[in-house]
Structures are given as C-alpha cells and as structure tokens.
C-alpha cells in the first residue's frame, strides 16, 4: 500500500511539473497557445463551422433549382453562393479538417508530445481563419467569388470579371494554402522524426502511414495551385498575358495548374479518411488490419497515380487522342489500389468478430455511398461517356459521391470513436441512428437523383431552367432530399452537444483499442505523455498494443524522458529508419509570434487586395522580421552535455546533431519550392509550344553579357555559404564568408534586376511576361540568400554558433545553393526560350 501510495504521489508531482511547462496561460494567453491539442481542436472546430455555412450555402442552391423559373435567387447571388458553395467545402473545411484531425492525433498516435514545429503549426491555423474569414467577409459583403471554384480563365481575368471578386479568391485561397503547405511539411517532419523510442518505420500505426503519403502529396500538389493563382492575379492586376491567348498566352494554362492540384486533392481528401477508416476497423473487428504491408503499398501507389489523372477533367478541350487514352487508361488504373484497401476492410470484419457500434453504422453507411462514387467515377473515366456526361449533374452526383463517401461519413464514424478521447466523454447515442439514417437518405435521395438529371442533359452551373425540359420532379426530389439530409446533420449536432453536456465519464479506452493515442489520459493533458512509451519487438505495430496496461506505467514516469527539466518542452527525435533515440527535441514555448506573423501576413494579402501595392511592402517586410524574431529564443549559446533520457541512456540537444527537424524541414520546403519552379517551367515551355507567334516578333533576347555574370555571382554565393560552414567546423571565423556570401547575392540580384528592366514591356506578349516571371524569382530568391547570409551573421556574433552548433549555418548553406541553381536554371530557360 505504502508503495502504491508513492507512485500515486510521484505520479502526481510528475503530472503538476509538466503541466506547469507546457499549459497554455489562461485568458488572452490562450491567443499564444502552441500546443498541438489545442490547435488541432480549433482547426476542427473552425472547419466545422465552415461546414456548417457551406451546407447552407448548398440548400440555398438547391432551393432555387427546386422548381424550373424559380426567382429565388437572381444570377449574380446564385454564381457567388455556388462558387462559395464549393470553394468553402474544398479549401475551407475538408483539407483543414484533415489537418485539424491529423496536428490532434498524430504526436499522441506516434508517442511523442508535440509536433516538430508547433510556432508553425499556430502560424498556420491563424492563416486559415483570417483566409477563411476573408472569403466569407467577402460573401456577406456580396463580393464574393463568383467565376466558379475551379476560376477558369478567361472568364476570371480582368476583361471579363472586372470587380475584386476573384481576386479575393486567388489571394483568400493562396493566404489558406500557406497554412496548408505549413501543415505537410510539419506532418512529414513529425512522423519520420519524432516517434516513440523502437517505433522503427515498418512499426508505425497505420494511420501514419496514411497521413505521411497524403502530406507529401500536399507538398507536390499544391505548388502548382499556388503558381496559378499568382500569375492570374499577375494578370488581373499589372496586366500581364499568361493567360490572353491574343497576346501569346493560352487559358488552358490555368487548367492544367489548376487540376495539377485539383486531382490529387481529391484524393488528399479521401486518403486521411481511408486512414480513420484503417483504425477503427480492426478495434470494431476485433482483429488486426488483414494485410497491413499490402494496405501500404496500395495507399502509395494511389498517391503516385493520383498525379497522372488531371487531364481526364479536361478531355473536351481538344486533348490528342495518344494522350486521352493514357489518362483514360491512368483514371481507370486508380481504382485496383483504392479497391486493395476495400478489400482489406472486408477482410478484417470477416476474419474478426465484430460488433457494431455507431461508428461501425456510419463506416457502413461510407462503403455504400463511397463504392457507387467510385463505379461512376470509371464511367467518367471513359473518354466516349465524358464527352456525352460532362459538364452535366451527372458529374455533380459523382463528385458528391465520392467525397461525402469517401470523407464526410468516414469524419462522422471518426468522430463518434474519437470524441471520448477529447472530451473525456462517452456518447449516449440518444439521436445517432435517427441522424445516420435521415443523413443516408437524404444524401441518396438528393445526388442519387442527379445522375438521372445528368444523363437527361441539365448542365451544371445554371441557375435556372425551362420548364420544357422536363428536369422539374428530379430537381424537386432532389431539393426536398437535401433539406432531409439538413435535418440528419442538425441531429448529428444535437448528439454531439448531448455528449459534451451529458456524457458519461471513463477513465482510459473505452472502445478496447490496441493503439498508442488511448493510452494517453482522457481529455489528455497537455504534454500527451508524462513519459514516452517504447515500441518493443513483442507489439511489433503500433496498432498492437495493450493501451490499458501501458497508461498507468508512463503516467507514472516509467518510460523515456520521464521528468521534468530546466522548465524546457521536451520530446525525442528519432532515427527515421530504425526508432534508435537521436536527440531530445526542445521545443519552443507558448508564444503570441504565430499570431502577429499571420496578421502581418494579412495585411500584406489586404494590401494586394486593396492594390495598395506600395504600402504591402511594409507588412511584408513585417512578417520577415518576426519570422526572424522566431529565431531569438531558438538553441544555445554554449555547448551542452548529451541529457539523461533513460536510466544509462543520454541524447544531445537537437540543435547539436547533424540532422534535427529543421534541416529535414528545410529539404522539404525546397522540395515544395523546386516544384513550384518546375510548374513555372512547365508553364513556360507549354505557352512557347502552343502559342503560334512565341516568341514575339519583338521578343526578349537576353543579354549575355548579365546573364553570365549574374551565374557566376549566385555559384559564388553557394561557395561562399559552404566555405563559410566549414570555417565554422574548423573553427575559424565567419564574417569575411557570411559577408562575401551576401555580396554575391546582391551582385546576382542586381543583376538580375537588371535584365528585367531590359525586357521591355512585359504585358505586351506572354514571351516577355515569362521572361519576367523567371527573373523575377529567380531574383527573390538571390534577396532571400542575403538575408540567410545576414541571419547567420548575426546567429555568429550572439554566439549560437558554434562547431557543436552549426545547424543555422547548415540551413542557409541549402538555401544559397538551391538559390544558385534556380538561378542558373532560369537564366538558360529563358535564353532558350528567347531565341527566335
């Protein structure tokens, strides 16, 4: 008894010195929260929220299209409500609510306490809400979007939609995918690094896996978007033709950017719910996921695939024939992976004994709804039915199918299984069989009908109809089955308010599941763990565990990193390989620096809207200094003795090893940047090939006189920023590198700047509006290399450098030498591309 009495008051002791670390301050501190759980909570609930407004936004819809002639809702509302519509549910709630659900549940599913980068994990939720609240500002406003939420051109450029409302589209939709692309690279960085000790990479729970392919598409898919988006507001606001087929430019341009991103989202959607679907399975089962390996490779190769469909949204622009029958062939290709999971999931229950909670009700309810989606999304998938269905309410249907299937019911199951772990509550599933079946109904009974409307020829994006065509009993079936499925949502939330309200309290798992994030306390606390599991050869996965057992012995300290120390937000960073303990990753403090950096960043998207371009480059300059001032609390000024983790087990500070998380997040961020590049190639090789004046009679010709020079002067700077990393590992001082660095820099700048100004008029043909594009980001990054030179100057002279402590230096050294390459890159492109 005197013992047990003595882990409880250890237990106790361990649980108030933790929480005094890592908690956030209460009131307006809670605006510098940083903490993964919290975050993670107010992007659900955010996207929530948002989900709510975009069904509205749907029923409005479907109510003017009830009955043929309707004068509910005049042209110009109806385009801003449907384009709404689908840019909410897109940009606004799926991806971040993916997001929200991966940033909660990731650390405590792997065994650590945070994410990689939690600043960044704040940074981007703030992006999303001001980027949110742009756009729906701008719909209450009745200036919303309004061309669609694809934006086609040319219908989007400045002749044609002469207001602001696509602009806070491109410029609302690019500030969101900040907090985006922010997200994949924490989530990448989080599951190779930061995982409980013999979490080796074959021994991840699946979900992991799930969440690893999705962020790296993100990383991949979403610059395209970005680079879209830029260069149409380029054209908006200063004029230039990337997209003006009069002046050498070509509006398919936008598609392929568009769908480059546009495809992959789709399944960027599905696969986080795929993953949910993979764990609560096996606990309603009863029985491990039957052919875990094969479930891996299925969902790789899915993510693979996922890049080679984007032409099958535009098979009627006048696509060659070779190139139709490969993306027919590759569309149709995606589907014996997707099925690969399916069969896996059928497998479980059938060799499992299982028993059918609510959740299991939904999951169900997601099978049918998701396997009809996907038989139609084959038709699509056949040129001679696309060309007969697109652009039809056949389309429509599928689309819905496919991700309330393949998402939406999946999120539901999700939340049903995993609210008790934040709330600490159980359901009492008062209404949740009424609302899954008005829900199910109602979703049937609306786009079900659809496809009839479809294959009878009603268009999309009309918002009215001639009598005469005979489309009015679907369309009214259509509408009063979509106020049902609205009813079926209001009991949902009703049921969800009665378990935050009513619910019954328990202490640990109460579904009898086998993965690490119920062995956490429920609502857990903030550090996850008070000590980090180990993933032992005897439970193999992490989705083979006896989280009953394994709580009580790391809520009592028996694990890695069991204390607390120096009042510092520890977890371990891991080989990416093996599991083996690396370092201990101190992470940063609650902090208002994510908060002020996204508001900043606002004003600078507010600024470009408002076309006070002049007055954006002080937010601009604003926001480069507070990432700067992330720096200030970062590493150490002297050299620190590897820490205890263990009993006989000691690990180095992270800033001390070669490779913590911020270089892995740095080879990321210029994977996402060489991507963009290379779409911006993509774009200008695809302009020369199809414009039939390229270049213009008058084109650019770059001179070679600056250009070489200015290749020159960016090699010099990469060589500069390695010698001066070496100098530091030998000890020697830095300025004259760091210095001669940031000249180069400046040289191959001006230069750079230089040329530009010789283009002559960039909005006179797409040749010399591409030239512009290349040089000018070309240039930024040279700007961007002096301030990493300046950066590591300064971290040089406030003594956080040091041979121990070169990873500052290491992460510009990266930068200078992508920087060079981009540089080198552009200057031959565009020679190439200026010559006659």
């Not at 975050?39 to 029923?59: D, Q, S």
């Not at 989080?190 to 729970?205: H, K, Q, Y």
């Not at 996922?306 to 290709?333: E, N, Q, R």
């Not at 056949?382 to 429509?396: E, G, K, R, S, Y």
Request: aromatic share 14%; with cysteine; glycine share 8%.
């Amino acid at each position: 008894m005197d013992e047990g009495n003595t882990r409880a008051r250890s237990s106790i002791r361990l649980h108030k010195e933790l929480s005094a670390i890592w908690d956030t301050p209460p009131g307006w501190g809670r605006l510098a929260a940083v903490n993964h759980t919290t975050i993670g909570k107010r992007f659900m609930l955010t996207a929530f929220v948002l989900f709510l407004i975009g069904g509205l936004l749907g029923m409005l819809i479907r109510a003017q299209l009830a009955t043929s002639g309707s004068a509910f809702i005049g042209a110009p509302i109806y385009n801003q409500i449907f384009t709404m519509h689908g840019t909410i549910m897109m940009f606004l709630f799926a991806i971040p609510m993916f997001e929200g659900f991966a940033i909660y549940l990731l650390p405590k599913m792997l065994g650590a306490r945070d994410m990689a980068f939690p600043r960044l994990t704040a940074y981007g939720y703030w992006c999303y809400l001001f980027g949110g609240s742009i756009l729906i500002v701008a719909l209450l406003a009745g200036v919303a979007p309004n061309g669609g939420w694809f934006l086609y051109t040319p219908l989007n450029s400045q002749p044609y939609s002469p207001g602001i409302n696509a602009d806070i589209w491109l410029l609302g939709i690019t500030f969101v995918e900040i907090s985006a692309l922010s997200a994949a690279i924490e989530i990448i960085v989080s599951i190779l690094r930061l995982r409980a000790p013999g979490m080796s990479i074959e021994r991840m729970p699946i979900m992991a896996w799930y969440l690893l392919v999705t962020a790296f598409m993100m990383l991949f898919g979403f610059p395209p978007l970005i680079l879209g988006s830029i260069l149409l507001e380029l054209e908006r606001a200063f004029d230039l033709p990337f997209f003006d087929p009069t002046r050498g430019g070509d509006s398919l341009l936008w598609q392929h950017l568009f769908w480059l991103f546009g495809h992959p989202e789709v399944y960027i959607i599905f696969l986080p719910a795929a993953g949910a679907v993979s764990m609560m399975i096996p606990t309603f089962a009863r029985h491990e996921l039957v052919g875990y390996r094969s479930v891996i490779l299925a969902v790789m190769a899915v993510g693979f695939l996922s890049f080679g469909l984007w032409v099958h949204h535009m098979f009627t622009v006048g696509i060659p024939h070779l190139a139709l029958a490969f993306f027919s062939a590759a569309s149709g290709l995606v589907a014996i992976p997707t099925a690969v999971q399916l069969f896996s999931w059928i497998a479980t229950i059938a060799q499992g004994r299982p028993r059918f909670d609510v959740p299991m009700l939904y999951l169900g309810g997601a099978f049918v709804v998701f396997i009809l989606g996907g038989l139609t999304g084959v038709m699509l998938a056949m040129v001679p039915f696309n060309f007969q269905a697109h652009d039809t309410h056949f389309v429509v249907a599928h689309l819905h199918y496919v991700l309330v299937g393949g998402f939406v019911f999946p999120l539901l199951a999700a939340t049903y299984y995993w609210l008790p772990h934040i709330t600490g509550r159980m359901a009492r599933h008062s209404v949740s069989v009424p609302a899954f079946w008005l829900l199910f109904g109602g979703f049937n009974l609306t786009f079900f009908i659809m496809h009839l409307t479809g294959l009878l020829g009603m268009p999309r994006r009309v918002w009215t109809y001639p009598e005469a065509a005979g489309w009015d009993i679907f369309n009214l079936i259509s509408s009063v089955g979509s106020f049902v499925m609205a009813a079926g949502f209001a009991l949902f939330a009703v049921d969800i308010f009665l378990q935050l309200r009513f619910g019954e309290r328990f202490r640990r798992n109460p579904w009898r599941a086998r993965t690490l994030e119920w062995a956490t306390p429920t609502p857990p606390p903030s550090y996850a763990f008070a000590s980090l599991p180990v993933i032992s050869d005897r439970a193999y996965r992490a989705d083979r565990l006896d989280p009953d057992r394994i709580g009580p012995e790391l809520a009592a300290g028996r694990g890695y990193l069991g204390a607390a120390r120096n009042g510092w937000m520890e977890t371990l960073g891991v080989d990416i390989a093996s599991g083996e303990p690396r370092e201990v990753v101190i992470l940063p403090r609650p902090t208002y620096l994510p908060l002020f950096t996204a508001l900043a960043t606002g004003a600078f998207v507010l600024c470009l809207l408002f076309k006070a371009y002049a007055l954006s480059i002080v937010p601009l300059l604003v926001v480069l200094g507070l990432f700067l001032a992330w720096t200030v609390s970062s590493g150490s000024r002297r050299d620190l003795e590897d820490l205890p983790i263990a009993p006989g087990k000691t690990a180095p500070p992270h800033w001390q090893v070669e490779r913590p998380p911020s270089w892995w997040a740095m080879s990321f961020t210029l994977t996402a940047d060489g991507v963009f590049f290379a779409s911006l190639l993509f774009g200008v090789l695809f302009l020369r090939v199809v414009s039939p004046d390229w270049p213009a009679s008058q084109g650019p010709m770059l001179d070679l006189r600056l250009a070489l020079p200015a290749i020159a002067a960016a090699g010099l700077a990469a060589l500069a920023g390695r010698h001066a990393v070496r100098r530091l590992l030998s000890g020697r001082p830095l300025p004259v590198a760091l210095v001669a660095c940031a000249g180069a820099h400046l040289a191959a700048m001006a230069l750079l700047v230089a040329m530009i100004a010789g283009l002559g008029d960039p909005t006179a043909h797409a040749s010399r509006a591409t030239h512009f594009a290349l040089l000018a980001f070309a240039a930024l990054h040279a700007a961007l290399g002096m301030v990493f030179a300046a950066f590591g100057l300064w971290r040089d002279r406030s003594g956080f450098l040091s041979p121990a402590r070169s990873i500052d230096l290491r992460i510009g050294a990266m930068w200078h030498g992508a920087s060079a390459l981009v540089v080198t890159i552009a200057l031959l492109f565009a020679w190439i591309g200026s010559a006659p």
